[in-house]
């Protein structure tokens, strides 16, 4: 009697997991199907946030002129007038470009250093030709050089692979209307053409070698 009561356990066991297993697909047969893969909005919402970071970055790389303190100051009390645009000249970058390769040598007095350095400020070079001074930073200058009546023997580098045609252009413009220098601007169309007609040099100008271009 045992044996039966032990088999019919058993048996009610059985069907007791099929009715289980029965319940459970059903179940499951209910839920909804999960979609496969990435949900399509989100992936748009990515696309318009990379694009618009993309584009601003561009926008602030062209108009921001880094937050030069020269042009943004957070200090300056708004004016009660119309709203007026900043102006950004060529002048105002090219002083940029000076602090940044310049100031170590020719000082931002543009004295210069004495006996080692000539001075910008009153420098019939910085004042003079275009076509000589664009060379020389274009390529250098080596050996003695006589600025403001006095004699300098130093070498300065080359700056033509460092600077592009606008910077070499906004630079000297500073250059040539800062420290009482009264000279015309310099265009980045001058210095591309002679950085085309200098572009086999590989050696710093002398000043003898400059002569032909004083003038």
């Known amino acids: 009697m045992s044996s039966d009561h032990n088999h019919t356990y058993v048996e009610q066991s059985g069907a ?3 009715s289980i297993q029965q319940v ?5 047969a ?13 992936l748009v919402l990515l696309g318009i946030m990379c694009t618009a970071i993309f584009f601003g970055s561009i926008y602030l790389a062209h108009y921001s002129a880094h937050f030069d303190p020269m042009i943004y100051n957070e200090h300056q009390k708004p004016s009660k007038g119309p709203a007026q645009v900043a102006t950004i000249t060529p002048a105002m970058l090219g002083k940029r470009v000076f602090n940044n390769t310049c100031i170590a040598c020719h000082q931002a007095s543009g ?12 420098s019939e070079w910085a004042s003079g030709s275009e076509e000589r001074i664009i060379r020389i930073v274009l ?5 003695p050089v006589n600025v403001a009546g006095k004699d300098f023997n130093n070498a300065m580098a080359p700056l033509g692979a460092v600077l592009k045609d606008d910077q070499v252009a906004n630079v000297l413009t500073y250059v040539r209307a800062e420290w009482g220098n009264n000279a015309p601007a310099v265009s980045a169309e001058t210095v591309a053409r002679i950085r085309a007609e200098t572009a086999t040099r590989t050696q710093a100008w002398t000043a003898t070698e400059l002569q032909p271009y004083a003038k």
Do not use: I, R, T, W
């Open 16 to 18: 007791s997991d099929e």
């Open 30 to 42: 209910k839920k909804p199907e999960q979609p496969h893969g990435y949900a399509k909005f989100p």
């Open 139 to 143: 390529h250098g200058l080596n050996g």
């Open 24 to 28: 459970h697909a059903h179940a499951q």
């Open 111 to 122: 004295q210069g250093v004495p006996g080692v350095y000539p001075p910008l400020a009153g």
